[in-house]
């Protein structure tokens, strides 16, 4: 038997992941997550999924800037100073590095 920690292990310790490569996906890796994610329980089992693949790149800088224009509304005096190190404000400083670099991620 491999070395499973398990589900709960594997939930408690998974960190958000904000630096993505850039290396381009596979359509059957693209299509396997999408497949993963319709198997998510909801609500009354209504099925309310609504999934959108940008691969264009002037589409991923579209979707970029409005992620970007939302983050301005929210921390509208942009990142935490790197002197604050204190939880809330690392995950401040990668949720913006996130917003910055969307458009490179590959899907």
Request: charged share 25%; proline share 11%; aromatic share 8%.
């Amino acid at each position: 038997m491999m070395n499973d920690p398990g589900i709960f292990a594997t939930m408690y310790t998974m960190r958000s992941m904000r630096r993505l490569k850039p290396d381009p996906l596979p359509r059957d890796v693209v299509e396997k997550v999408l497949e993963a994610g319709i198997q998510a329980p909801n609500g009354q089992n209504t099925q309310p999924w609504a999934f959108v693949v940008l691969q264009a790149p002037a589409d991923k800088a579209f979707f970029r800037d409005q992620y970007m224009r939302v983050m301005k509304e929210r921390l509208r005096a942009g990142p935490p100073p790197p002197e604050d190190t204190s939880q809330r404000a690392r995950n401040g400083r990668a949720a913006w590095y996130l917003a910055e670099h969307l458009h490179e991620a590959p899907v």
